[in-house]
């Protein structure tokens, strides 16, 4: 499962791919299912894969809003996992309100993820998650 990295010019494990069509995204979404099926378990290249894209996206963002130069460190970070198909340490978890209330408690909801409505095609979650990407 390869994917051409416009990183390095050459071919690299999916899970260490920068999304840059639609296609990458549907076989991305392809392989998990794939992978899950025949494990029947997670499979924790699944972050690198997630986190990856995400702060490649708002490293970016962040350079063209106050211009800083995250962007380009972070291509430089996640072009050296390609090249050595490594997998980044991801973790995610919910912005800090009141640690001593929980999530449901909180004076502003959307300091955590929750559902908002439930339709008969699924759900709507609004809220908010904090994700840090290292290795």
């Known amino acids: ?17 920068i999304y840059q069509s639609r296609d990458d995204l549907v076989k991305k979404i392809k392989m ?5 099926q025949m494990t029947a378990t997670s499979f924790q290249r699944c972050t690198t894969c997630d986190g990856g894209n995400i702060m490649y996206l708002a490293t970016y963002e962040v350079d063209q809003k106050v211009g800083t130069h995250y ?15 490594l ?6 978890t919910d912005v800090k309100g009141d640690g001593s209330l929980k999530p449901s408690e909180q004076a502003d909801p959307d300091l955590y993820v929750h559902v908002v409505e439930e339709r008969k095609d699924g759900i709507v979650v609004g809220g908010l998650r904090h994700t840090r990407l290292g290795r």
Do not use: P, W, Y
């Open 32 to 36: 998990f299912r794939l992978l899950g």
């Open 71 to 85: 962007h380009e460190r972070f291509k430089k970070f996640f072009k050296h996992l390609q090249e050595n198909d």
């Open 1 to 17: 499962m390869t994917a051409h990295s416009h990183l390095t010019g050459q071919k690299v494990n999916r899970f260490c791919h």
């Open 87 to 92: 997998i980044a340490g991801i973790a995610m």
